[in-house]
């Protein structure tokens, strides 16, 4: 019995030194960790500014790269399904959390947790190495190519990764992981893993598919990992909620992402410097900067005392909402915070000047940097300043610290002349790019195929072909041979320059000049022939491109077929299409209703009508425009009765009509006069969607085609709300009824608004009552005039107001 007691209480003890040396993620690709070098490599394991460095890697970026790649990553398709279906159910996920929005400051709660005493203390964090070799490690390599193999599964390659899993080791796995591409599949392999006999995964498994899921939208799975670990007892720090913030934050949904704070003090998590970060760094991504600087208020009340990495972020949000002031404010305060600003705090703020052209006040800073922080500009800063001044336009400015960095003995690289010469070429100062290169081969910075290639699109770019194919001559001798994208620069100014036959006759050759165009390429061509009027050539292109396994966009082959259209080549575009689709193309809803637009304009109804069944064989559903189109063809022909049945059954799809559909049925009904069959279908339109100006529209196309009776019946329609959109609509009626010589029906409106207290318009009432004088009508003129004194619109003992 004492033996037994032993063991558990050196079970335990192991188990409290575990909690004091937890395993820890891999850490993020840090924004904020490094300026040193282009392409900042990961590093192992946590860090107390882990989550809030999950964030762009390029802070003066306004095109935000890693949502961007996130976009990207949840459209494409996923190269491995594992035969069987790995979804979960997400129901949960919507409800979990406290009642309450995310506006309130009930977020900051979570602080009320913080231990102080145990802050003092620090955390230690386990570190662990060799990330990058075991991705080069055998077992690593063919796990990931049998996982590749996903399209044409076997139970046999099943069962072989089955048996790969069970030798592979926990910082394996974890490779495995993160050397997908597509990160779903990481997910569907982490949960078939997870199901198969005699596995577990590792703790450290669970961080590195947080980690995965972090740099993407894939909020859901990232959750549904964190409550996997909840649930089954694995220890949960900061950063593991973190992550989960981090995804959400990627999908735009800023709310549910602070509801992981609850859930985090639910499970008794206390918080720490890194989650404290991430959440001002999602607030401040989420246009929440008051909100942020509260919960820093807040974090330095229970102890938690904020890094660099916190006030960068809040930096960053004052720049983002050009409070610049406040963002030098708040530098200049963070030493007395006990806590120095670093050269990220100042690039952030360089950056948002020279988005706005403030290159004065980029000079005064870098002073203030060396003097007050005493940060000496290193090559890392002059590259960034230039960079910046480059994106935005300014090549003299980048060009001046071009000069004062090499005087300091600082090595600018052909990477900085390429973005001097590149915003050059984009103003068209062409010499000033040449003097460049000139002056790099001076150098001894033999300039790459980038650099050209920015030369030669700048000469095209100015109409100067010639020049760009000297040069395209040229790169060899300079040894440089010019790639696809120095091919597809040239022949972009040839097509824009109307020589898309020589252009096309160089894409033929592309062979012996051992270059292989891509799909820019044959879409450049393809334009530029199409530009021409060359639109036989331009479809045979598509042929070709599509037989080279390159696909051309949907807007591509839009175009195309507008241009066939435009010349009355509809069939021709109609075949087009349907070779396009019969290839594998991506064809649209958007292209098939082109088509029939073609025929609606050559009032071939007939082919638009069948078109629009061939799309349901095409698995292509016709869209709100798509009918809208048909509708108004078969309005203008007078053919009514196909027009309210399309609508009809454009409606029973559950499609809702859009403000153009109103303003089409509208139309082509008033023009017909079939006044009756157009309000029994917008009783049916506007149950399915409410559109406020229908009724509006409806007599004022009466008025205009001179339908007044019918105008006047619906005009209680209107005046049930009586807003200025049914004035409008009332005046246009009154003088419609003025232009036919009848004053007393414009006075009877006059009066049936002033009942629903609306004023009809003075000057036009004044028309209205001289023309009742001018008909013997004198108590009706008197008495409309009266109704303006009534409502103190004009002074009784000014007569004169009313005969202005």
């Known amino acids: 019995m004492h033996a037994f007691m032993a063991l558990i209480l050196k079970l335990l003890g192991r188990r409290a030194n575990f909690r004091r040396h937890p395993i820890a993620f891999t850490v993020i690709d840090a924004f904020f960790s490094s300026w040193s070098s282009r392409n900042p490599k990961p590093t192992s394991y946590?860090?107390?500014?882990?989550?809030?460095?999950?964030?762009?890697?390029?802070?003066?970026?306004?095109?935000?790269?890693?949502?961007?790649?996130?976009?990207?990553?949840?459209?494409?398709?996923?190269?491995?399904?594992?035969?069987?279906?790995?979804y979960f159910d997400d129901s949960n996920d919507e409800s979990e959390g406290v009642e309450g929005e995310s506006d309130s400051d009930d977020d900051l709660r979570v602080l009320n947790m913080v231990n102080t005493k145990q802050l003092q203390k620090g955390e230690d964090f386990m570190r662990v190495e060799g990330d990058e070799d075991e991705l080069r490690h055998p077992l690593v390599k063919e796990v990931c190519r049998v996982i590749d193999l996903g399209s044409s599964w076997t139970p046999k390659l099943e069962g072989e990764l089955r048996h790969l899993l069970r030798s592979l080791k926990p910082q394996q796995v974890c490779a495995v992981l993160s050397s997908q591409v597509d990160e779903r599949v990481a997910l569907k392999f982490f949960y078939w893993a997870d199901r198969q006999w005699r596995y577990r995964h590792d703790q450290i498994v669970y961080y590195a598919m947080l980690n995965v899921l972090s740099k993407t939208k894939l909020c859901q799975g990232a959750r549904r990992v964190l409550r996997l670990m909840l649930r089954r007892g694995i220890q949960c720090w900061p950063e593991a909620f973190g992550c989960?913030?981090?995804?959400?934050?990627?999908?735009?949904?800023?709310?549910?992402?602070?509801?992981?704070?609850?859930?985090?003090?639910?499970?008794?998590?206390?918080?720490?410097?890194?989650?404290?970060?991430?959440?001002?760094?999602?607030?401040?991504?989420?246009?929440?900067?008051?909100?942020?600087?509260?919960?820093?208020?807040?974090?330095?009340?229970?102890g938690i005392e904020p890094n660099a990495v916190t006030y960068n972020c809040l930096i960053k949000g004052y720049c983002d909402t050009h409070q610049i002031e406040d963002a030098l404010q708040l530098i200049a305060k963070m030493p007395f915070n006990g806590c120095l600003p670093d050269k990220v705090s100042y690039y952030t703020v360089m950056g948002f000047l020279c988005k706005e052209k403030r290159i004065k006040e980029v000079r005064e800073l870098m002073e203030k940097m060396l003097k007050v922080s005493k940060l000496l500009p290193d090559q890392v800063t002059y590259n960034t300043l230039i960079h910046m001044l480059s994106k935005h336009g300014h090549g003299d400015e980048a060009l001046e610290f071009l000069r004062e960095a090499e005087e300091r003995g600082f090595l600018v690289d052909k990477v900085g002349y390429s973005a001097i010469i590149h915003s050059f070429c984009q103003e068209g100062r062409?010499?000033?790019?040449?003097?460049?290169?000139?002056?790099?081969?001076?150098?001894?910075c033999n300039p790459d195929v980038v650099t050209f290639t920015t030369v030669i699109n700048g000469f095209c770019r100015i109409g100067d072909v010639d020049e760009a194919r000297k040069l395209l001559?040229?790169?060899?001798?300079?040894?440089?041979?010019?790639?696809?994208?120095?091919?597809?620069?040239?022949?972009?100014?040839?097509?824009?320059?109307?020589?898309?036959?020589?252009?096309?006759?160089?894409?033929?050759?592309?062979?012996?000049?051992?270059?292989?165009?891509?799909?820019?390429?044959?879409?450049?061509?393809?334009?530029?022939l199409r530009r021409d009027g060359k639109l036989s050539e331009a479809c045979d292109l598509v042929k070709e491109m599509v037989s080279m396994g390159l696909f051309p966009t949907p807007v591509e082959i839009n175009l195309l077929i507008q241009s066939l259209c435009r010349e009355g080549r509809v069939n021709d575009a109609k075949k087009f299409m349907e070779g396009c689709l019969h290839k594998g193309c991506a064809v649209t809803v958007v292209n098939f209703t082109t088509v029939i637009h073609g025929f609606c304009q050559k009032d071939d109804l007939d082919a638009a009508l069948s078109l629009l069944d061939d799309m349901y064989l095409s698995n292509k559903h016709p869209d709100t425009f798509t009918y809208t189109t048909v509708i108004n063809a078969l309005g203008r022909k007078g053919r009514i009765e196909e027009a309210i049945e399309l609508t009809k059954k454009m409606l029973q799809k559950g499609l809702v009509p859009s403000p153009v559909t109103y303003r089409t049925i509208i139309h082509r009904f008033c023009e017909q006069g079939r006044v009756e069959d157009l309000l029994k279908l917008l009783e049916k339109m506007l149950s399915r969607q409410e559109c406020r100006t229908a009724y509006n529209q409806v007599i004022e196309k009466l008025c205009s085609f001179g339908n007044l009776n019918e105008a006047y019946k619906l005009l209680g329609k209107i005046l049930r709300t009586a807003s200025r959109i049914d004035a409008i609509t009332c005046h246009m009626l009154m003088e419609s009824y003025l232009g036919k010589g009848i004053p007393l029906l414009s006075y009877k409106v006059a009066c049936r608004m002033f009942n629903r207290n609306l004023i009809p318009d003075l000057k036009l009432c004044e028309k209205v009552s001289k023309r009742l004088m001018l008909e013997g009508k004198a108590d009706e003129a008197d008495k409309?005039?009266?109704?303006?004194?009534?409502?103190?619109?004009?002074?009784?003992q000014h007569p004169q107001n009313v005969q202005s």
């Not at 190269?79 to 790995?86: H, K, V, W």
């Not at 991430?278 to 942020?292: D, F, P, Q, R, S």
């Not at 062409?430 to 001894?444: H, N, P, R, T, Y």
């Open 784 to 796: 409309l005039m009266l109704r303006f004194v009534e409502r103190g619109c004009i002074l009784p």
């Open 244 to 302: 989960v913030m981090i995804s959400y934050s990627r999908a735009g949904n800023i709310k549910k992402a602070m509801r992981v704070l609850y859930l985090m003090q639910k499970a008794g998590v206390e918080p720490n410097l890194s989650i404290c970060n991430t959440t001002i760094h999602i607030l401040v991504k989420g246009n929440g900067l008051e909100k942020a600087l509260r919960f820093l208020n807040r974090m330095q009340i229970v």
């Open 473 to 528: 001559q040229q790169m060899e001798k300079h040894g440089c041979k010019p790639n696809t994208v120095s091919y597809t620069a040239f022949l972009n100014g040839l097509c824009r320059n109307g020589k898309s036959a020589e252009a096309r006759e160089m894409m033929t050759s592309s062979e012996e000049e051992w270059w292989t165009p891509n799909a820019i390429t044959y879409s450049v061509v393809m334009h530029g």
């Open 430 to 444: 062409i010499d000033m790019a040449k003097e460049l290169v000139s002056e790099m081969f001076s150098k001894g």
């Open 46 to 86: 946590s860090n107390p500014n882990l989550c809030a460095q999950c964030v762009e890697t390029n802070q003066f970026d306004d095109s935000e790269h890693g949502f961007e790649r996130v976009k990207e990553t949840g459209v494409k398709k996923s190269s491995a399904d594992c035969r069987e279906n790995y």
